[in-house]
């Protein structure tokens, strides 16, 4: 009578042998060192037909004009695109004409300020975030009870989509929300948070870093501690401070990691799209129109891809250029 461990093993062997029968063959024709493209063929063609292809198709949009999506009934037209978003009255370098950073000097004055909020926005959420996610990542390092409890609670926003993170703070801020309805409770007039562009700017800005905020905390507090404590026993014998060791152990060893921080919030900060999509639809006005919302207005309501595609092949090139620099600044400070 054959062992249940015997019977067990049958479908596993069986599986082995087909999938010998079936994979041998090519083993034998390509050799056992090439057969590692075969298993990340298909990765490849999802990665070549989701991500490559329209990347290429992208990059080509951005030298047509027309209404067609179809790239063959397209006119090509050069730079033309790229003028047309660039197209400003220069007189702004005068310093007595007062038109700097002006959008409406600018053919295209809603590329422009599509890029000015785009800008404040970044400066204002990668900053706070990064600030904040370090001061929670220095006290979750520490020794405090319930420790566990509260990395869970900073990152249980990670987990939920952007969209219905988003849905929720609607329902919070709007006109008959429940921030109004407790400010009405208390005596206070309800407030225009997501209608009032000043209100909605900052509402944007907070959703966001509230949002993102415990993934980069995680990111630092791997980092913090992967800092060997023997430096922080060292300097405390020595008579370091709080705020020395902070400045001479953490922060220089602790650089490679916020460098990476940085980076990672820089990226998505320039592409945020879908929190500000459902929260104010770029609105009241401009006030909220970012980057990418203007890239999907021009591209879907106005059926523009043209230039809408020279308008993402602009935002790649900053983005790239603002990586770079951020990662050779980097460099920099380690080797300093």
């Not at 010998?20 to 990765?43: H, K």
Request: proline fraction near 5%; hydrophobic fraction near 55%; glycine fraction near 8%.
């Amino acid at each position: 009578m054959e062992s249940v461990g015997r019977i067990l093993s049958r479908p596993a062997a069986w599986l082995g042998d087909a999938l010998d029968l079936l994979l041998g063959p090519l083993q034998r024709l390509v050799g056992t060192r090439r057969m590692g493209y075969f298993f990340i063929l298909p990765n490849m063609l999802v990665f070549g037909i989701f991500i490559l292809l329209p990347m290429l198709l992208n990059f080509a949009y951005g030298f047509t004009s027309g209404s067609s999506i179809l790239l063959h009934n397209r006119e090509y037209t050069g730079l033309r695109n790229f003028e047309l978003l660039l197209e400003c009255d220069l007189s702004f370098l005068n310093p007595g004409s007062g038109n700097f950073f002006n959008p409406n000097v600018c053919q295209y004055d809603r590329f422009w300020r599509a890029v000015n909020n785009t800008t404040v926005f970044v400066v204002f959420q990668v900053g706070i975030m990064v600030l904040f996610a370090l001061v929670t990542a220095l006290a979750l390092n520490r020794k405090i009870s319930g420790r566990g409890f509260f990395r869970s609670v900073y990152f249980y926003p990670v987990l939920l989509s952007p969209v219905v993170v988003a849905l929720i703070w609607k329902w919070i801020l709007q006109p008959q929300g429940v921030l109004n309805g407790l400010l009405t409770g208390w005596g206070v007039e309800p407030q225009p948070f997501l209608t009032a562009p000043d209100w909605a700017r900052l509402w944007v800005i907070f959703v966001s870093v509230w949002a993102q905020m415990g993934f980069h905390t995680l990111i630092l507090l791997a980092g913090l501690q992967a800092i060997p404590a023997e430096m922080y026993e060292a300097a405390a014998i020595d008579g370091g401070g709080l705020w020395q060791r902070f400045r001479r152990i953490t922060l220089p060893l602790l650089m490679p990691t916020l460098m990476v921080v940085l980076v990672l919030s820089l990226i998505r900060a320039v592409q945020v799209f879908d929190q500000v999509f459902v929260l104010t639809s770029g609105g009241p006005g401009t006030a909220t129109l970012y980057m990418v919302q203007f890239i999907f207005q021009t591209a879907f309501d106005q059926q523009n891809y043209g230039l809408a595609a020279a308008a993402s092949l602009l935002l790649a090139a900053a983005l790239l250029i603002l990586t770079l620099f951020q990662l050779r600044l980097g460099r920099t400070s380690e080797i300093a």
